[in-house]
RNA sequence: GGGCGGUUAGCUCAAUUGGCAGAGCAUCGGCCUUACAAGCCGAGGGUCGUAGGUUCGAGCCCUACACCGCCCACCA
């Protein structure tokens, strides 16, 4: 007993680092690719390297590791691949504020040096978000480890860009992008969050060029006036139809501009006229293309007003904004000032409000590819839960090209070259030494590097190793599941699955899973910037991981955000030491060695009408239902139900009942106790290899105490229970009809227990109870276990006697028609039992009356599915029989009283 | 404007094809019963957002509405 004893606190701290170590060096999730196994594989959604854990990574990671420990138990060969991303904007925003700590500026140190001192930033703190991966108990294979700027992924890249460029999937062009003035930099429409911000719409008089009067339009920005190149109105509009084709004299300016007509103008809105500047509005931008108008710039890429801004050159926007407006009004074109609230677009990254900037771009022509990746879904790849499949849809189905060249130094640097002296394009994967065309040397490469999300898409063979042409893409390619938020469905599932489809001609993964957004109170995406996080680092700390990560997992249901606090995973931090006493129990009760290897068919041949065993057959059926339950929940992503089965089976059956139970079997020896040791151990061992996959630590402490087996039929032991199979379905281990026996020995000792605590009766007090059976059968089932019902409902004796004459005094009640009587001479306030049977006798009434009236009705009885009928009939019987039982103890009760 | 989700016990949330509304925490009462007081035993607590409809039967399906929230698009 001693050598295999558990500690009496389960101290997650050095248990987990204990099997951290143990599962690295013995390289347990390293997979062969030529080994046994239908193959299974995950790539990680690669955090950023500039990330720490947060909660939303926690429940991605356990979620994606629940999958995978579980598809390992079930034979698989399972490859996780771990990796992180280089985060273009983000990493570099986190070293130039390092930099400007020093009071230096990027461009003091120039790109190469520049780009020199990320990587070391990298080299420093790059690891952090790997060790909390670690410490989460990702079973991810960390030989494969990846990071997107790495030489082959970016070998990947160019090849990629380089295929695309010849297949005119990408293209160079001026276009009107989202400019962040303050990151200096284009960004993709997706990158732009809008977010309300309370401003004013400024109603300005344009007066008409020939003096016959004037128009006033509306706008929000009047500093962009002086780019106008047009008035635009509604060709049906009547109250300005006579003036399409006159031209306005521009305030301020007194340039001279059209006014054309499009359906494009909202009449309803402002003046029905709208000021067009197709240099600095995305959809005036349009109508500069289609009525062919002028593009005029005046605001640059720093967010200031250009040379072209007359004499308000050189001001900022708001700036410029301010005195314009001064300006209008003093020379009285200003007629109204209203205040409105309209949605700005800001960089995700750093909130500056977006300058919608012409300039020349990257793009990839995701246009055309979104077709294809539209018809994926649901054909190739599943997208659980399905209902975001209409959300992808919609957005394939409004895509426009994602511009991805971004006017940074940290991230793929564009493989394109300029020749300096016949303006050549080059787009080659190799650094190229002359110019095709006029053998110039003279090359320059374009200084933009592309979105991070360009190498994000490729993600799931790039880290397999493509463009060679490797073992793991023969075999793992593609990937079973990809696990995400559906934050990043857009920005990277869909592109994903287009660089898959053009590059493999196969889609990347079978199954999508999309889990829950952990938010904060408010329900907003919880993110550093808003401080509202709950930091799992600090809840791993406080309550171990597996309590972190069966509270995610418990919460995790479909199609629904969570909202965690700690409370909750202090709360399951309970069902680990629960567990850990349970196992340590077991332990006591078990031999150090020479364990009984019953084998099962001895067993069940000893159970053979042992009306003792009831409890045994109990469990075992209970274990065969908790099995298929959780079997069917992961691998219908249902993780929350797994968690809910693993948690009610431990805790209110296995504890609460049969730990209980097999207490007297322990003190009985012989057979009996062997038999208790057997069903015991492999109930335990099957129940932690079910729990595995969501707490690996605290299973694999208990696994490894526990006693080794030599019968390979008992789930063979081989002492990491990370590489213990997951428990096969024994229908032989199914008994039902001895299950049901047992609940009613559960239910005799619950009728005790009830009148016990109503009464007040002192648990010290042992009672003596009677029971007056149901049938000679159910007398057998209740005798048969009289010795336990005695420890559970701490009673002196009990007998079963048909015809046994209670006293008067006494206390009763009904389970399942059997009448247990409890003597009372002395004990108890009398009025109290009677108002109990009062309260028992009309919960009673009150069901009788509603499966009596649904009886009556004919149509139900009709039209219900029979078994649904019958099990109301036979309830009621029941119900009949307890009632009339109840009735005459009571009636009995009351002359005693009366006596 | 389009799409999606939510509204169930005091709180946070479940309920697998429609068949007696559950759990954890909190509350109340009683217990140190030799694995666990991070525990044990028992109890109370609900017109399942509102109004209709389908059905023998609705938390679940249909319609409308209300409130909360998210995503996408965006009216200058």
Redesign the pocket.
């Known amino acids: 007993m001693a050598e295999n004893a558990l500690p009496k ?2 101290e997650p701290k050095d248990v987990e680092e204990r099997w951290r170590v143990h599962w690295e060096t013995e390289k347990t999730f390293t997979p062969d690719p030529d080994g046994p196994g239908e193959p299974f594989s995950i790539v990680i959604p690669p955090p950023n390297v500039t990330g720490n854990l947060h909660i939303g990574h926690a429940l991605n990671l356990t979620l994606q590791d629940i999958l995978c420990r579980y598809n390992r138990q079930k034979g698989k060969k399972v490859l996780w691949i771990p990796g992180m991303d280089h985060a273009g904007i983000a990493t570099q925003n986190v070293v130039e504020r390092r930099l400007a700590k020093e009071g230096k500026k990027r461009q003091d140190l120039g790109r190469e040096a520049f780009v020199e001192r990320v990587w070391e930033w990298k080299k420093q703190y790059g690891d952090n978000i790997l060790r909390q991966i670690r410490a989460m108990g990702a079973s991810v294979d960390w030989t494969r480890l990846r990071f997107t700027m790495d030489e082959g992924l970016s070998k990947a890249v160019r090849e990629v860009f380089v295929k695309l460029y010849e297949d005119k999937l990408i293209y160079k062009g001026d276009y009107i992008i989202n400019w962040c003035t303050r990151c200096h930099t284009a960004l993709a ?2 990158e732009v969050e ?1 977010t309300p911000r309370r401003g004013f719409i400024w109603h300005i008089r344009y007066p008409l060029a020939d003096g016959s009067g004037d128009i006033v339009i ?4 009047p500093e962009t006036m002086l780019g106008d190149t047009a008035v635009c109105v509604h060709p049906e509009d009547e109250r300005y139809q006579h003036l399409i084709g006159k031209s306005v004299r521009l305030p301020l300016t007194n340039r001279e501009i059209r006014i054309i007509a499009d359906k494009y ?2 009449r ?3 003046t ?1 006229a ?2 067009v500047t197709p240099s600095h509005d ?2 005036d931008w349009q109508l500069g293309f289609k009525h062919h108008l002028e593009f005029r710039q005046v605001i640059d890429d720093m967010g200031n007003m250009n040379e072209e801004a007359g004499p308000y050159a050189g001001l900022s926007r708001d700036e410029a904004r301010k005195r314009i407006v001064a300006d209008l009004e003093e020379q009285g074109f200003l007629v109204q000032v209203e205040p409105h609230e ?2 700005v677009g800001v960089c995700y990254r750093c909130k500056s409000v977006i300058e919608p900037y012409v300039s020349t771009q990257w793009f990839v022509a995701t246009s055309k590819m979104a077709p294809k990746a539209r018809a994926a879904v649901p054909a190739e790849i599943r997208i659980v839960p399905e ?1 975001w499949t ?2 992808y849809y ?2 394939l189905d ?1 895509i426009r090209d994602w511009c991805i060249s971004r006017q940074i130094w940290w991230g793929h640097r564009i493989p394109a070259w300029t020749c300096q002296d016949c303006g050549e394009l080059i787009v080659a994967v190799e650094t190229p030494k002359e110019c095709p065309h006029c053998r110039s040397s003279r090359l320059e490469q374009d200084p933009d590097v592309l979105d991070t999300w360009f190498s994000s898409a490729l993600w799931p063979f790039s880290t397999m190793g493509w463009p060679e042409r490797t073992r793991e893409l023969e075999v793992f390619y593609p990937t079973s599941v990809l696990v995400t938020g559906f ?1 990043i469905l ?1 920005f990277w599932v869909a592109r994903m699955i287009m660089m898959g489809q053009h590059f493999m001609g196969e889609v990347p993964f079978r199954d999508v899973y999309i889990h829950a957004l952990v938010r904060d109170a ?4 919880m993110s550093k910037s808003t401080g509202n996080v709950i930091d799992p680092l600090e809840m791993i700390e406080k309550y171990g991981t597996d309590s972190l990560r069966f509270t995610l997992c418990a ?1 995790a ?1 479909m ?2 955000d969570i ?1 965690l606090s700690e ?2 995973i202090e ?1 399951y ?2 069902f680990v ?2 567990l850990w ?2 196992a ?2 077991s332990l ?1 009760n078990l031999p150090d060695a020479d364990v009984p290897d019953y084998d099962f068919d001895d067993i069940a041949r000893y159970f053979e009408n042992k009306a003792e065993c009831l409890h045994h057959q109990w469990i075992l059926t209970r274990l065969e239902k908790v099995k298929a339950d959780t079997d069917a929940s992961i691998s219908g992503y249902r993780f ?1 139900d797994a968690a ?1 089965n693993l948690y009610k089976f431990l ?1 209110s059956e296995f ?2 009942w049969y ?2 139970l097999i207490k007297p079997d322990m003190q009985a020896g012989g057979t009996r106790q062997g038999v208790a040791q057997c069903v015991l151990l492999t109930v335990l061992r099957e129940f932690l290899t079910l729990l595995h996959p969501i707490m690996p630590f605290v299973t694999a402490e208990i696994w490894a105490a526990l006693p080794q087996s030599a019968n390979p039929d008992n789930n063979a032991h081989c002492g990491d229970i990370a590489c213990a199979p997951f428990p096969k379905a024994n229908p032989k281990r199914e008994y039902e009809a001895a299950a049901r026996d047992m609940e009613l020995v559960q239910e005799v000792t ?1 009728t005790v ?2 009148i ?3 009464l ?1 009766i ?3 007090l042992k009672l003596n109870v009677m029971v007056r059976p149901a049938s000679p059968a159910d007398a057998a089932i209740i005798m048969a276990n009289e010795e336990r019902v005695r420890t559970l409902a ?1 009673l002196e004796s009990l007998v079963a006697d048909a015809h046994a004459e209670p006293p008067r005094a006494s206390a009763s009640g009904v389970a399942r028609g059997n009448e247990i009587i409890v003597p009372l001479a002395g004990i108890v306030d009398f009025a109290a039992e009677l108002a109990r049977l009062d309260k028992e006798t009309a919960k009673l009434d009150k ?1 009788s009356a509603m499966l009596s009236g649904k009886l009556a ?1 004919e ?2 009885v009709e ?3 029979a078994e ?1 009928v019958a099990k109301d009939r036979e ?1 009621l019987l029941e119900i009949d029989v307890a009632r009339k039982k109840l009735d005459a103890l009571k009636a009995r009760f009351k002359e005693a009283l009366e006596e």
């Not at 509306?218 to 920005?221: E, G, K, M």
């Not at 408010?522 to 995406?525: L, N, S, Y």
């Open positions: 606190g389960y429409d997706d809008h509306a706008t929000t920005r103008v909202d309803e809105f402002g029905g709208l000021k995305v959809n309209n949605n209902n209409k959300t919609n957005w409004n934050d857009f408010e329900g907003k995406k919460f249901a199609g629904r909202k409370e909750r709360g931090r309970h030491n629960k006493n349970a340590r129990f006591m929350n809910q805790w504890c609460d730990l209980e619950g227990r009830t016990r605590a109503e007040n002192s648990p010290a701490r069901e009705n149509k139900y039209r219900a599915p649904v309830r």
